[in-house]
């Protein structure tokens, strides 16, 4: 069980990224992803979280209204649209997976996800 999230760069204030958080080894169908990201000197906070079926999906405040989230199936891929980037965006950004998981509506909940990506890194600066 491998993801990896990709997708990173140097963007503008105001501007918009995609990452992709790629699965190999299974299909991510049956996986609830969870979104997270640690800026420097901060701790890893949970930014989205999309059950399998995607029937639910939660975003933590600081995000919400800006960045969505969605899946490719046939890629067995699912990103993490980001617009309308701020500098306190900026981070390492990294996608975790759990089987049948439920998300609950609770950011730090999400951290109980057990398959984890490396992150990339996303810079907001002008």
């Known amino acids: 069980v491998q993801l990896q999230a990709y997708g990173g760069g140097l963007v503008q204030p105001g501007g918009s990224l995609r990452l992709s958080c790629a699965a190999s080894g299974f299909t991510l169908d049956d996986y609830a992803i969870g979104w997270f990201r640690q800026a420097p000197g901060k701790e890893r906070e949970g930014i989205s979280c999309?059950?399998?079926?995607?029937?639910?999906?939660h975003f933590t405040d600081s995000v919400k209204g800006r960045f969505t989230t969605s899946r490719d199936y046939a890629k067995n891929t699912v990103y993490l649209q980001m617009n309308s980037l701020k500098p306190e965006d900026t981070a390492v950004y990294y996608c975790?997976?759990?089987?049948?998981?439920?998300?609950?509506?609770?950011?730090?909940?999400?951290?109980?996800?057990?398959?984890w990506g490396q992150g990339t890194l996303v810079t907001v600066s002008s």
């Open positions: 975790a997976a759990e089987w049948s998981y439920y998300c609950s509506a609770r950011p730090q909940d999400w951290s109980s996800m057990t398959n």
């Open positions: 999309i059950t399998s079926g995607d029937s639910v999906t």
